[in-house]
């Protein structure tokens, strides 16, 4: 695979980090234990492991689900925007080690949660608004746009 299109795939699985934060490292948890993604002999090689696929889904799920009550942080606040830019880098480069390229990919899976964090926030904040202020379907639709779409991500990445 070419760097660049490593690095488009590391911007869009931090993309998805800023959607939802534990979807994007989750997803590539998965990848790995399926091996879609080769990460033998690597520093992420753990993350392919069933124990840690495991603890990632249930954070993942339960990241779902506390995303609908109405006490959850905004995801603009420090602490939640730090954890998107955190697990958005980690999720890029672990797509990216099993290219051989970490560090550039760290970078995109940052940066595409800072994306995904803004864009995501701004255009939930205009749909709730443009159906009347009613939050939970469209908090349920950016769930299905994360979770599709980081599944998305790993399926181009195990066949590119």
């Given amino acids: 695979m070419t760097h660049a299109l490593v690095l488009l795939l590391a911007l869009l699985i931090g993309v998805i980090a800023g959607l939802r934060a534990f979807t994007a490292p989750a997803v590539m948890a998965w990848a790995a234990f399926l091996d879609w993604i080769n990460l033998s002999g690597t520093w992420a090689s753990w993350v392919g492991h ?27 606040t420090a602490v939640q925007f730090v954890t998107r830019l955190v697990t ?33 926030y701004e255009a939930r904040t205009r749909l709730v608004r443009a159906t009347g202020g009613r939050d939970l379907p469209i908090g349920v639709l950016e769930d299905v746009v994360a979770a599709v779409g980081g599944v998305a991500v790993a399926v181009l990445v195990s066949v590119l």
């Fill in 88 to 120: 958005g880098g980690f999720a890029g480069a672990v797509l990216g080690t099993a290219w051989g390229y970490p560090w550039s990919s760290l970078g995109m899976g940052i940066i595409g949660a800072v994306l995904g964090t803004i864009g995501g």
């Fill in 50 to 76: 069933w124990a840690t696929v495991t603890v990632l889904t249930v954070i993942a799920v339960a990241e779902l689900i506390s995303d609908q009550m109405e006490q959850t942080p905004s995801r603009k």
